[in-house]
């Protein structure tokens, strides 16, 4: 092979021209394996190890678990059209058309910020290649010392003169980048990670917060508006007769649908819809309301839900009081740069084609001899989401006692507003890597029960984070304005699903 | 002939010695920067200037891209008052500094690494963790 020098000439639109036809392999011959690989191209999504679902060829992905996403769909779409149907005809004729315009423009604000963020990559990270995870293992067992204890898997860095660590993370073999965090739900690391949240189905990370973030300040608006909208309608009412019971009783010959409806039984229909109405609407403007407010402090800050339920900016989890070093000390700053800043790209590339090499190596994952080590027993599953295997090994193993929230009971829940004593369960956000090291066979077993016993801790996480922001509230303004570094970026959320990367770049080589 | 063989083509002929990996450098936050330090694997490869040089220019690139002014905040409020959906139409400011960064790693190793026996790889393969670089067998070294 050294020799051979002689090269052959570029066929420079091959080289230009995306999959489906890469350029051969040398092993094989030519003619096959080029057949071979026309024949199956599959794109990235379809090997993707995360436990992740896709849709529309890769454009759309989700949690493995869409938590209750339909829920939170449905009670909005419902709440929503029974307003416009049996409030709005009444208040256009009474107070002015833009109640239903105003409405109807906060109603889709509310649905596209919600469908983008159930549907968009939260900034999930790609894994470490072979190569890369023999890299730093090398680099570990170098810095590692000569007694029988295992390195080190952490490592420090200076940022902004304040010390972090980065823990090494067993799944996606590599060290996490400050701020990012593993979730053991979806079983990916996530880029500045926030929570999972199972009413959207999703993680909220550093791609879609704003997503989140518009999401629920327009939902608080959305149902404040209705609220108002439906009292001022039975107000209205009961102005005009002797009581609001009097109101809703009488049968409302003035107004459109009501020629038809006129007996008693369906007036009693009419009460049960405004009592729905102001009912969600009640729970839900205080609780939401309270979420956005949260949310407000954290992007004012520069904080994510996870650093701030961890305390690792204030000082609560035992360390010396440090300060945030991705604030910029500025609130207008902060929300600019959450809110407004440039939109990062999808990393993983889901829509993709896989190179030959990629098609080899995902073939091969599931006997790759680095998980043996960790998964000694467990039973493959013909699985697209390769990555089933490894949740294991990240899960938490919580005790199976706590059950499974379905999903009714959260509503009721969600309007506590989550308490005092799901406090316990702040580790739950994201994976501990302490915890990675446990033998998988226990954490096997416990795959759907820890599972779902996560996601139910998640959701308690979620709303804790509320209660708990009150409390926290004033202890962490004060890392705010304490001294600290000066500015560090933090990129903004955005999302890209385009055949960008697939247009114009040769596959990588061998 | 020599200017024009690609690295496609080397990965055909050569095979790979080594792979280097450039890791980010976070001393100032979560923004994209890799190290600038010179790999001891690459001082009989190349130049140490002209290594840095490559990867100043990328950090400068990336630097561009999550650059937080007028324009960056310009796109996000307008992106905000449609609900986001501008984002379906348009390129963002980012994938285009992608682009011009997929263009001058190109060219870099067109002109400069392929010569030598390198593959400089766009970060944005390896998720924006590693610049990696691939060390094919020398065999001006007849290795």
Same mark, same amino acid.
């Given at each position: 092979?050294?020799?051979?020098?002689?090269?052959?000439?570029? =066929?420079?639109?091959?080289?230009?021209?995306?999959?489906?036809?890469?350029?051969?392999?040398?092993? /094989? =011959?030519?003619?096959?394996?080029?057949? +071979?690989?026309?024949?199956?191209?599959?794109?990235?999504?379809?090997?993707?190890?995360?436990?992740?679902?896709?849709?529309?060829?890769?454009?759309?992905?989700?949690?493995?678990?869409?938590?209750?996403?339909?829920?939170?769909?449905?009670?909005?779409?419902?709440?929503?059209?029974?307003?416009?149907?049996?409030?709005?005809?009444?208040?256009?004729?009474?107070?002015?058309?833009?109640?239903?315009?105003?409405?109807?423009?906060?109603?889709?604000?509310?649905?596209?910020?919600?469908?983008?963020?159930?549907?968009?990559?939260?900034?999930?990270?790609?894994?470490?290649?072979?190569?890369?995870?023999?890299?730093?293992?090398?680099?570990?067992?170098?810095?590692?010392? /000569?007694?029988? %204890?295992?390195?080190?898997?952490?490592?420090?860095?200076?940022?902004?003169?304040?010390?972090?660590?980065?823990?090494?993370?067993?799944?996606?073999?590599?060290?996490?980048?400050?701020?990012?965090?593993?979730?053991?739900?979806? =079983?990916?690391?996530?880029?500045?990670?926030?929570?999972?949240?199972?009413?959207?189905?999703?993680?909220?990370?550093?791609?879609?917060?704003?997503?989140?973030?518009?999401?629920?300040?327009?939902?608080?608006?959305?149902?404040?508006?209705?609220?108002?909208?439906?009292?001022?309608?039975?107000?209205?009412?009961?102005?005009?007769?002797?009581?609001?019971?009097?109101?809703?009783?009488?049968?409302?010959?003035?107004?459109?649908?009501?020629?038809?409806?006129?007996?008693?039984?369906?007036?009693?229909?009419?009460?049960?819809?405004?009592?729905?109405?102001?009912?969600?609407?009640?729970?839900?403007?205080?609780?939401?309301?309270?979420?956005?407010?949260?949310?407000?402090?954290?992007?004012?800050?520069?904080? /994510?839900?996870?650093? =701030?339920?961890?305390?690792?900016?204030?000082? +609560?989890?035992?360390?010396?009081?440090?300060?945030?070093?991705?604030?910029?000390?500025?609130?207008?700053?902060?929300?600019?740069?959450?809110?407004?800043?440039?939109?990062?790209?999808?990393?993983?590339?889901? %829509?993709?084609?896989?190179?030959?090499?990629?098609?080899?190596?995902?073939?091969?994952?599931?006997?790759?001899?680095?998980?043996?080590?960790?998964?000694?027993?467990?039973?493959?599953? +013909?699985?697209?989401?390769?990555?089933?295997?490894?949740?294991?090994?990240?899960?938490?193993?919580?005790?199976?006692?706590?059950?499974?929230?379905?999903?009714?009971?959260?509503?009721?829940?969600?309007?506590?507003?989550?308490?005092?004593? %799901?406090?316990?369960?702040?580790?739950?956000?994201?994976?501990?890597?302490?915890?990675?090291?446990?033998?998988?066979?226990?954490?096997?077993?416990?795959?759907?029960?820890?599972?779902?016993?996560?996601?139910?801790?998640?959701?308690?996480?979620?709303?804790?984070?509320?209660?708990?922001?009150?409390?926290?509230?004033?202890?962490?303004?004060?890392?705010?304005?304490?001294?600290?570094?000066?500015?560090?970026?933090?990129?903004?959320?955005?999302?890209?699903?385009?055949?960008? %990367?697939?247009?114009?770049?040769?596959?990588?080589?061998? | 002939?020599?200017?024009?063989?690609?690295?496609?083509?080397?990965?055909?002929?050569?095979?790979?010695?080594?792979?280097?990996?450039?890791?980010?450098?976070?001393?100032?936050?979560?923004?994209?920067?890799?190290?600038?330090?010179?790999?001891?694997?690459?001082?009989?490869?190349?130049?140490?200037?002209?290594?840095?040089?490559?990867?100043?220019?990328?950090?400068?690139?990336?630097?561009?891209?999550?650059?937080?002014?007028?324009?960056?905040?310009?796109?996000?409020?307008?992106?905000?008052?449609?609900?986001?959906?501008?984002?379906?139409?348009?390129?963002?400011?980012?994938?285009?500094?992608?682009?011009?960064?997929?263009?001058?790693?190109?060219?870099?190793?067109?002109?400069?690494?392929?010569?030598?026996?390198?593959?400089?790889?766009?970060?944005?393969?390896?998720?924006?963790?590693?610049?990696?670089?691939?060390?094919?067998?020398?065999?001006?070294?007849?290795?």
């Amino acid at each position: 092979m050294m020799k051979n020098c002689e090269y052959q000439q570029i =066929d420079l639109e091959a080289l230009s021209t995306p999959a489906p036809t890469p350029s051969p392999q040398p092993v /094989t =011959d030519n003619g096959k394996e080029e057949e +071979k690989t026309a024949k199956k191209q599959r794109r990235k999504w379809e090997v993707f190890q995360g436990k992740n679902r896709f849709c529309c060829d890769g454009r759309i992905i989700m949690a493995r678990q869409s938590g209750v996403l339909p829920l939170t769909l449905g009670l909005i779409l419902l709440t929503s059209v029974l307003f416009f149907i049996f409030d709005c005809p009444f208040l256009v004729q009474h107070l002015t058309v833009c109640i239903p315009v105003i409405g109807g423009a906060l109603f889709v604000f509310v649905v596209i910020t919600l469908v983008q963020t159930s549907f968009s990559d939260p900034g999930i990270l790609p894994r470490a290649t072979p190569d890369e995870a023999a890299d730093v293992e090398k680099q570990i067992d170098d810095a590692g010392n /000569t007694t029988y %204890r295992p390195p080190p898997r952490t490592r420090e860095v200076l940022i902004n003169q304040q010390a972090v660590k980065l823990k090494y993370c067993f799944t996606c073999k590599m060290f996490r980048p400050p701020r990012t965090s593993h979730c053991s739900l979806c =079983d990916n690391c996530v880029e500045r990670f926030d929570h999972h949240c199972p009413w959207v189905g999703n993680c909220v990370g550093k791609r879609n917060y704003r997503f989140f973030y518009t999401f629920i300040v327009s939902l608080s608006f959305l149902t404040a508006f209705i609220f108002g909208c439906v009292t001022t309608h039975l107000a209205l009412r009961a102005q005009d007769g002797k009581g609001l019971v009097f109101a809703l009783q009488e049968s409302p010959g003035r107004y459109p649908f009501s020629q038809r409806l006129s007996s008693n039984s369906l007036n009693q229909h009419f009460i049960i819809i405004y009592i729905y109405i102001l009912v969600i609407c009640f729970f839900s403007v205080w609780s939401i309301l309270g979420l956005s407010g949260f949310h407000t402090y954290l992007v004012a800050s520069n904080l /994510t839900t996870n650093e =701030d339920i961890k305390g690792s900016w204030t000082g +609560k989890s035992g360390a010396e009081a440090a300060t945030n070093p991705y604030s910029h000390r500025n609130i207008f700053v902060n929300c600019c740069s959450v809110l407004c800043g440039p939109m990062p790209p999808s990393l993983i590339d889901r %829509r993709g084609f896989l190179s030959a090499e990629e098609e080899a190596a995902a073939a091969a994952a599931p006997q790759a001899t680095s998980r043996e080590v960790e998964l000694p027993v467990l039973a493959s599953k +013909k699985d697209i989401n390769v990555g089933s295997k490894c949740v294991s090994e990240e899960s938490p193993a919580r005790p199976a006692s706590r059950p499974r929230a379905p999903p009714t009971p959260p509503p009721a829940d969600r309007r506590r507003g989550g308490g005092g004593e %799901r406090a316990g369960h702040n580790s739950a956000v994201n994976s501990d890597p302490a915890r990675d090291r446990r033998p998988a066979g226990r954490g096997a077993l416990r795959h759907t029960p820890a599972a779902a016993a996560a996601g139910d801790a998640h959701t308690h996480t979620h709303h804790n984070a509320k209660a708990q922001h009150k409390r926290t509230h004033r202890g962490a303004r004060s890392a705010l304005d304490g001294p600290g570094g000066t500015r560090a970026a933090s990129p903004g959320v955005g999302r890209s699903s385009k055949d960008r %990367r697939n247009a114009g770049s040769p596959p990588p080589l061998p | 002939m020599a200017e024009t063989h690609s690295l496609q083509d080397l990965g055909q002929q050569a095979a790979v010695a080594a792979k280097v990996f450039i890791q980010r450098d976070y001393t100032n936050g979560t923004v994209c920067q890799f190290q600038t330090k010179f790999p001891s694997e690459l001082e009989t490869r190349i130049d140490k200037t002209q290594f840095e040089e490559t990867v100043r220019t990328l950090n400068n690139l990336y630097a561009e891209a999550e650059k937080l002014g007028g324009q960056s905040y310009l796109e996000g409020c307008l992106a905000c008052l449609t609900a986001y959906t501008v984002f379906l139409c348009m390129e963002t400011h980012y994938e285009k500094v992608l682009k011009k960064i997929a263009k001058y790693i190109q060219e870099q190793n067109d002109k400069i690494y392929a010569p030598r026996g390198l593959l400089l790889t766009d970060p944005i393969e390896r998720g924006l963790r590693v610049i990696e670089v691939t060390l094919f067998e020398d065999r001006s070294l007849g290795r």
